[in-house]
């Protein structure tokens, strides 16, 4: 019988960025095994920014991605292990390369107006024998019916199934409402939803988009994730049981593997602060924070300010240039105004 939510668990991947990228083949197979004993069907594996993320500008990996995909297949047991891969960051050489170490899943990810790039990707991700997801980022910077357009793109090319991804966790749960019921009610694939926490609305917004017909919930053990972290897998998983919906994910076997991530692996216990919470609330990319306190740092101005200027002109990631630019305006108004 198939369950009511797959859950997808990507501490492995999103919480690459709170370990600045230095997983370690020991920590990929403990967790994943854990992970696999406790009945979670899909883990997710690859630096946090996909495979091909490991570099200057991203950070780099204290292991190929390819030899912690290899390791965590090898501690799988019934679990699929799935990739993540931004066109353009990574490749297809690579992504050919995580199917030839046992990767049974790829979600190919893009900006959310931008599904048109992920034609190439998700195409070979079928040819491989891959369940090939489209991973449509940033979904709040797009009314529910471009949403949808972008959406039905990634249908039209193959996927499985279509998650709708709230990067910046800035979703309140009556945007989340409109946009999977549309979804749902067009598409005749998957629905799944992808959550941050950034406004503490991760787990709220996740049941929101299950109520409107999404089966697929990605979830971090203890949060572990990118800007405020994501969806708690184990309080997704407990409070789901309580509501009878069926994922198949031992609680107890989840609660003492969040017991060890909080001891061994997370430097600082994830929470929401005033910079995510900004974040959330300009609906900006967590990638623009360390830009952000920089460049607040030698403009001499405050970081939130530039994050909610930011999210006012709706700056998508490769944009970079725009947050020194806003600082140096913002600097030279100040300036103006102390004349």
């Known amino acids: 019988m198939r369950k009511d939510v797959l859950v997808t668990e990507v501490a492995l991947r999103d919480g690459s960025h709170v370990v600045a990228h230095q997983y370690t083949i020991d920590q990929v197979k403990n967790m994943t095994g854990k992970l696999s004993a406790a009945g979670v069907p899909y883990i997710e594996v690859s630096h946090g920014d996909g495979l091909g993320g490991s570099s200057l500008q991203y950070g780099f990996s204290k292991v190929n991605d390819i030899e912690l ?4 297949v090898e501690a799988a047991g019934k679990s699929v292990i799935s990739v993540l891969l931004i066109p353009g960051i990574g490749t ?10 046992g990767a049974k899943m790829a979600r190919i990810a893009t900006h959310v107006t931008e599904a048109d790039v992920s034609k190439q990707h998700l195409e070979a991700a079928k040819h491989l024998g891959m369940e090939a997801i489209g991973f449509l980022m940033m979904s709040h910077m797009a009314s529910p019916e471009k949403l949808l357009e972008q959406a039905s793109l990634m249908e039209s090319y193959g996927a499985d199934a279509v998650y709708v991804v709230d990067s910046a966790g800035s979703f309140l749960p009556n945007e989340v409402k409109t946009r999977i019921r549309l979804l ?45 972290g994501n969806t708690q897998t184990e ?13 198949d994910i031992d609680l107890y076997k989840m609660l ?31 990638s623009f924070l360390l830009h952000a306190n920089k460049a607040a ?29 806003v600082a140096e305006q913002m600097a030279l108004q100040k300036e103006g105004t102390l004349r």
Do not use: W
């Not at 297809?92 to 170490?101: F, K, T």
């Not at 060890?260 to 910079?275: A, C, F, L, R, Y």
């Open 69 to 72: 995909v290899e390791a965590a």
């Open 92 to 101: 297809i050489d690579q992504l050919r390369e995580a199917a030839h170490v």
């Open 184 to 228: 749902k009610s067009k598409l005749n694939i998957d629905i799944g939803f992808h959550a941050h926490n950034n406004l503490s609305l991760a787990v709220a917004n996740s049941l929101v988009a299950i109520e409107e017909g999404a089966n697929r919930i990605d979830g971090s053990i203890r949060c572990l994730g990118a800007g405020a």
């Open 235 to 247: 309080v997704l998983v407990a409070v789901l049981d309580r509501l009878g919906i069926r994922t």
């Open 256 to 286: 003492d593997l969040s017991e060890e991530v909080g001891n061994t692996i997370m430097p600082k216990p994830q929470e929401i602060t005033d910079s995510s919470l900004i974040m959330g609330y300009s609906g900006v990319y967590s």
């Open 297 to 325: 740092k030698k403009y001499g101005v405050d970081a939130r300010d530039i994050l909610m200027e930011l999210g006012r002109q709706k700056v998508v990631g490769g944009q970079e240039d725009t947050i020194i630019e």
